[in-house]
């Protein structure tokens, strides 16, 4: 070690420092003082902060009940005898899988299966979805439409799964109830599960009763675009009556250019012709004024009009033209914004005396709506009918002969039937047909012109029944119909094939409708 005071090293033990004298000890303490004193500037060692005490641990909470486990058996329990294969097996495939019973009858399904729930929810919303129809005014026909296959086909995919949601809730709440035995379980879950024929007769009546209570908002909830409509009807009505009176002022300035700009353009272009034809022909030979009455709407759309017209047509210039009173119902349909006559019926016909007073059908043309001249031949050789028949409304009768000649070569044709009309003495050239069987002879004024029309059906090997007109050069071939006559009516035709229309030329219509 070495001496404090000198720094000179000294032996280990000595009490003195052999170079300097100084004690060793005295020294050790004057040291020891010293390095006391330097310990005692130092700082204090701060005091450690006392430790927080820890918080209470939270009770923990008591674990809930586990849920029982559902298996297969107990799913097969529920769903009944009927149709268990069917649900498993669906149901292993995954969530939505297609059910065409629940597609077809939504609610059957539902309440055959116990689920009543959504019977009412459906229904609710059916209600309150016609309710708001009906004041908003829309169509209900075509929305109801769309709402029943959104309904069907929302339940046809999702029903399955919707039924499997339901069998496991209902399950699992009888097996947290307090039923301890295994089999009342099973016996709880069987009563509570399966087919119900009284839920789907109640699914039924319950439609029943929502189809009565819409039935009942359509007839006394007011829709708040009923005044539109009205509006829309009431501009549609003075479209169309401009129209027709367009349509007049064309025939009285016979105007061809403007009365064919108010037809509808057909695919066959040859109506267009045929009308041309007929109205060149009318301001040819007339000349006419027309007045239009009774403007009757017969149904209104946006497609489509039915107006039934009365119209009067008298003779300004011309020869052999009767004024008449026509009733037409004329069918308008839209064509490039505008309304264009699609289709015109003649209903009723009748003559002007020269007075322009009505006159009676006695007078004029004989009504032969429930009688019509016939001469029916009974057998297809060797057979003479005559009948006296006014051809011509004149007031005289003429004689009508029909004979069929003696079996000739053939005994399947008769090439030797004749047709004879005698006016007042004067012959008309006989008109010499064939006969495949008996034939029948029909006469009748189809375009209530005051002439009839002459009608040659074959017999029962019918393909046509011929059609003839009086001419100053006798009888003249009109057209050949097919099928045989069922019917006649003013300018109509009805045969067992077609509907034939004819105007007052005896044009046949282009619209020939079958029958």
Known sequence: MFCASCGS????????????????????????????????????????????????????????????????????LFIGEKKQHYYIRRWSKGLNTWNWVAFFFPLFWFGYRKMYKPIFSIV?????????????GIDEVIFNAVMKFAVSFTVGITGNNFYRRHALKR????????????????????????????????????????????????????????????????????EIIQVLEGNILALENENMDEYMSKVYTHAEQTTFAEIKKMLSDIFEDFDLAYELRDFEFLSISEQEVKVRVTQITTLVEGENFRDNESIFIHTLKPQKEEWKFFDSEVESIKYLAEDQSLVSNAETIPNYSSYIPTLKAPSMFDFFIEDKIDV??????????????AIGGSSYLNENVEIVVEFDGLEITPLTLSAENAPILYFYDINQDGWMEIFFETGARI?????YEFTPDGLAKVTTLNGSVEKFTPYEIITSEYNYVFDKSLIVNPWIVPV
């Open 392 to 405: 011509n409304n004149d007031g005289i009768l003429e004689t009508i002969s029909f004979r069929g000649g």
């Open 171 to 238: 399950i699992r709440e009888m097996s947290e109830s307090n039923i301890s035995d295994v089999e009342l379980l099973k016996n709880e879950i069987q009563l509570q599960g399966g087919t119900s024929w009284k839920g789907a007769l109640g699914s039924f009546v319950l439609v029943g009763i929502s189809l009565l209570i819409v039935m009942t908002m359509l007839k006394f909830v007011p829709s708040i675009n009923q005044v539109t409509e009205l509006e829309l009807d009431s501009n549609i009505e003075s």
């Open 463 to 467: 393909i046509g029944t011929e059609m």
């Open 124 to 136: 609710g919303v059916i209600i309150v979805i016609n309710l708001l129809v009906t004041v908003l």
């Open 9 to 76: 090293r000294i032996d280990n033990g000595a009490k003195f420092c052999s170079i300097c004298g100084k004690g060793i000890e005295a020294k050790s303490e004057a040291v020891e003082s010293t390095s006391n004193k330097k310990r005692s500037r130092t700082k204090p060692k701060p005091k450690p902060k006392p430790k927080p005490k820890p918080k209470p641990k939270p009770k923990p909470k008591p674990k809930p009940k586990p849920k029982p486990d559902i298996d297969n058996e107990l799913l097969r």
